[in-house]
């Protein structure tokens, strides 16, 4: 069976019937459709065809093999043809294209379908693993390794980071397109906890976590050996200084927003203050090149690229989960990890990281 993969779960899920439901309308036992739909069993044609009508489906739809692309309705802004990343988000499939931000910046990531019409994808993985995927939006560099640690202990669990600015993350969470969102943006009244204002709006609706993952120091990038001598943000304003940005409704642009204004220092009067990379990651390689000299980031990437670093502020990055969330299977297994020693170690190994909060929770809030 290992060439042909089952849909009956989600297409189960998507009629509100039980397994037990399902099994009385085609006259089998519940048991048969519990091994069905992990892959263990192929019925044979009558069953199929029972299935199929007391699902108002093709058998197709139920049963098709592995490597052949398979229609799947969609929610998401992707365009025909475009190449796309995908995941049940609740009872939706939803579609993130593969642009911008959320490629790699050194080759091509691979997509888990294309888009073949409006609101339609042709799948190119089985659609039980999409069902098991859940979608991370943040910006922390360090996300790639927590899905890759989920891949580890759990190899039928995905965990797929997508790139997005605190403020684009608790969007994207608020509007049902991801089940979590990673932020660092401080209290907008200046008081209270980092995150905590944020994540209580976006969590308004049905409660949810608020759960650390890990502070950082974050702080000026400049050149190795800091040869101009750059030790504030006050410097920033000197002539011979150019710097790269962030975009907005990114935590690094609220926080150089915060310090120019605490220096006095007029926004304007900065050379290159519009001049915005998307990433941390980039705006360190921006740095490196010579095309600009400072930027805000974290010092684990400064120290990646064998750059010099100015500290600024200590931050929390936290992770916001809808309670709809918090029971799905990847989710768990994600969460899981963040509290295994083997994780911990990894991301206390990143320059700048304190793991001491990690997996605790921050703020439960009912519905």
Known sequence: MSDISVNLRSLRIACGLSQAELAARVGVTRQSINSIEAGKYVPGTESALRLADA???????????????????????????ERVVLGRVGERIVAHPLRGTRLSPDGFVAADGHMSGRGRASLLLAQEQVDRTALIAGCDPSLTV????????????????????????????????VHAGGTHLRDPMG???????????????????VISYAAWEQGMVVAAGNPMGIHSVADLARRDMRIVNREPGSGSRRLLDDELRAAGVDARSVAGYGNEAPTH????????????????ALRAVASAFGLDFVPLAKLRFDL???????????????????QSRAFRRELAALPGYDISRTGSTVLRLAA
């Open 281 to 296: 990651m980039a705006v360190a390689r921006t740095v490196a090149s010579g095309a600009a000299g400072a930027g805000i």
């Open 191 to 209: 008081g209270g906890e980092c995150n905590v204002a944020q994540a209580r709006s976006a969590l308004a609706q049905g409660g949810g976590l």
């Open 320 to 338: 916001v989960i809808p309670a709809a969330h918090v029971s799905n299977p990847a989710v768990e297994t994600m969460l899981d990890v963040m």
């Open 55 to 81: 699902l108002g489906c093709r058998v197709e739809e139920i049963f098709n093999l592995a490597d052949r692309p398979v229609e799947a309705p969609v929610a998401g802004d992707a365009v025909p043809g």
């Open 146 to 177: 927590l899905a890759a640690f989920v891949s580890r202990k759990a190899p039928d669990r995905r965990l797929v980071p997508l790139h997005a600015t605190s403020e684009e993350a608790l969007s994207e969470l608020s509007r049902g397109r």
